[in-house]
Nanobody, 123 residues
């Protein structure tokens, strides 16, 4: 299995910044195809915020374009989400998702989620 752990959430005032981190680890050799950040506000469905491929190509939902930046460190199997100009409507639990393959002679695809980190933006 591949474990995913997020960190960096917290309480911030509107207009402030936070940086989320997400690290993937496993006792097996694995490769990552893509990493993503999702968020889920109370009473809402989980929504995609940003993705980044192993080649480094980022994509963002329209709500966060120009404010959030996703980046990754392949050597550390870690993805980051720099969130600037935060708004109260950004308040949610942020989840990290990692897709790739475990390698043990054959490749075994995985799709792993972290437990989430709370981001609260006060007005």
């Amino acid at each position: 299995q591949v474990q995913v752990v997020e960190s960096g959430g917290g309480l911030v005032q509107a207009g402030g910044s936070l940086r989320l981190s997400c690290a993937a680890s496993s006792g097996s050799i694995f490769s990552i195809n893509a990493m993503a950040w999702y968020r889920q506000a109370p009473g809402e469905q989980r929504e995609l915020v940003a993705t980044i491929t192993s080649g480094g190509s980022p994509n963002y939902t329209d709500d966060v374009k120009g404010r959030f930046t996703i980046s990754s460190d392949s050597a550390k199997n870690t993805v980051y989400l720099q969130m600037n100009s935060l708004k109260p409507e950004d308040t949610a639990v942020y989840y990290c998702n990692v897709k790739g393959s475990r390698i043990n002679v054959l490749r075994f695809p995985f799709d792993s989620w972290g437990r989430g980190t709370q981001v609260t933006v006060s007005s």
